[in-house]
């Protein structure tokens, strides 16, 4: 449901709200809030509640600290996890300076250009979300080990797969959030987990992968675990994806295809925003994680494939990004990649229908490969005129000074 600030004011009056809390992300996407009153919720509506932005990654200094967070009233929704009693909410804020003007890395009001720069151009993207992660034990000191929640394989059930009961509570928790998860099981890896969700609109998509990594790291804690969401948990083992599927609505039938030129046209240069830690390279080329750029109908040794879907359902699936990139800043780049794509009519390369798992060297030679570092991904990012044109300069400093 979709609230207004009056209908959120009554809601906490009505509701026994103790605690509002205003979320916001960093600009790498890891989640930040602070909490408020009910007395002072009338006050953030208008005005914005200030926070230290010298404090948080890529937000600012102590000479320019100051900041304002304004809650959008469209977010609320409710904590299950906390009491019923004095209960706790919370929203998701647009972020500006004291005088007025927009916050420019703000990275969810990126997105929100994005989308408006699809709708004036007369198309609409949709995001659906698959993420994996890695559940380990605590020591006795409640800090996390190496040791995996189990030793159960790809699809495994019970006894095996040990997760089974937190991925429930996960979804379940979810589903009271207004979130609907779509599918949920065993990963590869020991004690490695997916849940994915489906389709909707951009925004929504990337608040949703934002509180998704909060819930399923709460209901660990909650289990005496640890839920880990870097790319490569354990070395020799499989690492963890954040595969994003795409589609585009409006314009003819070649929107499909163009868009997906698009963003082929242009991965290298976005790689370090969907890519952003150094472990993030030890994930690719590995354990069907893509090391080139290519695409294919249902091919999973591939950058981007066309999984069997017919109609509302047909998507292209990226499956480069981990889940330390930001979700409004990948959603952002991949919109604008697929609207220039669009735009130039941007033809596809021939389908690659080989297993570039076992592919032969003369083979892969003809293949252009993702960049194999950090470091080079930073290059390439701060060449692109595509980049500069769209992120702004203090942000993709940042990232490449990361």
Known sequence: MKYSPQEVIQYVLEEDVKFIRLAFCDVYGRPKNISIMPPELKRAFEYGIAIDASAIAGFGDVVHSDLLLHPDPATLAVLPWRPEHGRVVRMYCAVSYPD???????????????????????????????????????????????????????????????????????????????????????????????????????????????????????????????????????QDRPGSGFHINISVKGGDMTAMPCMIGGILNRISEMTLFLNPTDRSYHRLGFNKAP???????????????????????????????????????????????????IANRQELPMACNRNLFQADAKALTELKMLPQSRAAAAKIARESSFIREHLPEGLLRFFCQG
Not at 120 to 142: C, I, P, Q, T, W
């Open 100 to 234: 007025g003007p927009a916050f420019e890395s703000d990275t969810r009001a990126l997105l929100q250009k994005a989308v408006a720069d699809a709708g004036a151009a007369g198309y609409r993207f949709d995001f659906g979300s698959e993420m994996e992660f890695y559940l380990f034990k605590l020591d006795e000191n409640d800090q996390p080990t190496a040791i995996p929640y189990d030793q159960a394989g790809y699809m495994d059930i019970a006894p095996e797969d040990k997760c089974e009961n937190v991925r429930r509570e996960i979804c379940l928790t979810l589903e009271q959030m207004g979130i609907q998860p779509e599918s949920s099981h065993h990963e590869e890896g020991p004690g490695q987990n997916e849940i994915d969700f489906r389709y909707s609109d951009a925004l929504t998509a990337a608040d949703n992968a934002v509180t998704f990594q909060t819930v399923v790291k709460t209901i660990a804690a909650r289990n005496g675990l640890y839920a880990d969401f870097s790319p490569k948990p354990i």
């Open 291 to 341: 090391k080139y750029i290519s695409w294919s109908s249902d091919n999973r040794s591939q950058l981007i494939r066309i999984p069997s879907a017919t109609g509302e359902y047909r998507r292209a699936e990226l499956r480069s990004p981990d889940p330390t990139a930001n979700p409004y800043i990948a959603f952002a780049l991949l919109i604008w990649a697929g609207l220039e794509g």
